[in-house]
């Protein structure tokens, strides 16, 4: 298909394609001659992609960069999967002190699922998170951490499940991403309605 089919059938203005093939989003097309280039379902495909990174998620051209180069630069799954978690999810940079009891929580969370023992942007986040609550006086007991990892621990199994269906490393990001989005917004709204009516039995009169 030629650029006018393609940005009709993909719903992105030919503009937008332009710009994508520019930045090195999208792979150039194949050249028929010198002005016209034919593309294919792989160009849709990644089209697609791109749209739900930017319109669902919101992250800039840069990030979306850095996730495809990675797909076409042909990455093991894990580490791709790790790159979508840590700009999807904002994991970022976390640095975290060697010891102290933040990291001893972490390792006993680890520990207690049977999670495997690998250093992770996750795991320095949830280092860091526990840190940052230890310094602003906000307890949290073993029974907590217990009880919440439990649940996530079966929440990720159906998370992770989703995405290794995809053969194609951009329905891989596609799926990884949005699920980890959507998730979890779903997990945050789905903890208000709980805490919203255990607060209702309690204290209504």
Do not use: C, F
Not at 25 to 51: D, F, K, M, N
Not at 57 to 84: H, W, Y
Not at 186 to 200: D, N, P
């Amino acid at each position: 298909m030629q650029l006018n089919e393609l940005s009709q059938r993909s719903g992105v203005t030919p503009a937008s394609i332009k710009y994508y093939l520019r930045e090195g989003l999208l792979p150039p097309g194949e050249a028929v001659h010198a002005t016209r280039a034919e593309y294919s379902a792989r160009h849709l495909e990644r089209l697609e992609l791109i749209q739900a990174l930017r319109q669902i998620m919101g992250l800039n051209i840069g990030q979306i960069r850095g996730l495809v180069k990675m797909a076409d630069d042909g990455v093991p799954r894990l580490d791709l999967l790790a790159a979508v978690q840590r700009v999807v999810l904002d994991l970022g940079n976390y640095t975290t002190s060697i010891g102290g009891e933040a990291a001893e929580a972490t390792d006993a969370v680890v520990r207690l699922r049977g999670w495997p023992d690998s250093a992770s942007d996750a795991r320095n986040a949830l280092t860091a998170h526990l840190e940052l609550m230890a310094g602003l006086k906000i307890p949290v007991s073993e029974t907590v951490l217990d009880a919440y990892s439990k649940a996530m621990d079966d929440v990720a199994g159906l998370d992770i499940a989703a995405t290794t269906a995809p053969e194609s490393t951009d329905r891989l990001i596609l799926t990884a991403a949005v699920g980890m989005h959507m998730h979890s917004q779903l997990l945050l709204k789905l903890l208000a309605l709980a805490q919203a009516s255990h607060a209702i039995r309690r204290y209504q009169r």
